[in-house]
Structures are given as C-alpha cells and as structure tokens.
C-alpha cells in the first residue's frame, strides 16, 4: 500500500557575496542608470544573499525560479561579469557606409544612354562593374535608397 507523501520544501540556495561585490551592486543599483536586464540580475543576487529562496526572488523579479537559478549559477562561475551579456556573433556588414554613400550617388546621377531611370537591377550591375563592391543584389540596393530617402528621378 502506498501513502502519499509532501514534498520536500525546496531548499533555499544562498550565495556569499563578499563585501566589495555587495558593495559594487547597491551602488549600481543606487546610480539607476542600468538596464532592466542588469538590474533585475543585480537584485536577484543581493536577495538571495539576504537569505530568500529561489521561489521569493523569482516571485519578486516576475521571472521564473528556474531563470533565477541560472543567475545564481552564473554568479558561481564567472562572479560580477555575468551581469552584462557577451556581446553575440552576428553577420558582419556587407557593405559598408562609404560604398553605401557611393550606391547612392550613383543613382543620383544621370542614367546611362538610352534609359529614362536607374532601375533597381541596372544599378546594382552597375555597383558591381565599377568595383564599389564585389557582389549587390536589386533589393539591397532598394534597402540601401529606402534608408536614404533618395529620389531616383
């Protein structure tokens, strides 16, 4: 036969801040000059090392336990530095401002013979041929004239 059984209470996960990182942290709170993501981090870990669990915090911050969890993990490993994100991998720009100002001046001129107007695609075979950049498809540069509020004509 089989009895039902409580949960255990979840137990409650302090850290150990020294002095100096608590002392950085209520100053940073203090300034109010953070972002809410560096401030919700820096309040979680001063809460939890005044003794709240998990739950309290998370409960407090409107995140999950589980995101508090990871904070206080990551304050484990890499201290203070966990409080800023790492700055992210991402496609390096293609084109960059001067070959963009060039793209521009070149539909700003006058067409080549026998065209009214630049069109998208002319422009781009254009860009390529002169050697502005190695490779320019029609709706980039159609996103590169949209963000300069150029007027072909």
């Not at 407090?60 to 990551?74: E, F, G, M």
Request: charge should be positive; hydrophobic fraction near 35%; aromatic fraction near 8%.
């Amino acid at each position: 036969m089989r009895f039902w059984t409580f949960p255990k209470p979840m137990k409650k996960e302090y850290i150990k801040l020294s002095q100096s990182d608590q002392d950085f942290l209520v100053a940073l709170l203090a300034k109010g000059l953070s972002s809410p993501r560096v401030f919700k981090r820096a309040t979680a870990l001063l809460q939890l090392h005044r003794g709240k669990t998990l739950t309290a915090v998370a409960q407090t911050l409107q995140v999950s336990s589980y995101t508090v969890s990871l904070w206080r993990d990551s304050y484990n490993t890499n201290r203070l530095a966990f409080l800023h994100d790492k700055p992210r991998s991402g496609r390096p720009p293609v084109i960059d401002g001067l070959q963009r100002a060039k793209v521009t001046a070149l539909a700003c001129s006058t067409p080549p013979d026998g065209r009214a107007r630049w069109t998208l695609r002319l422009l781009a075979d254009k860009v390529v041929e002169l050697g502005y950049c190695d490779h320019l498809s029609h709706t980039q540069s159609r996103r590169i004239l949209k963000k300069t509020n150029s007027n072909r004509t």
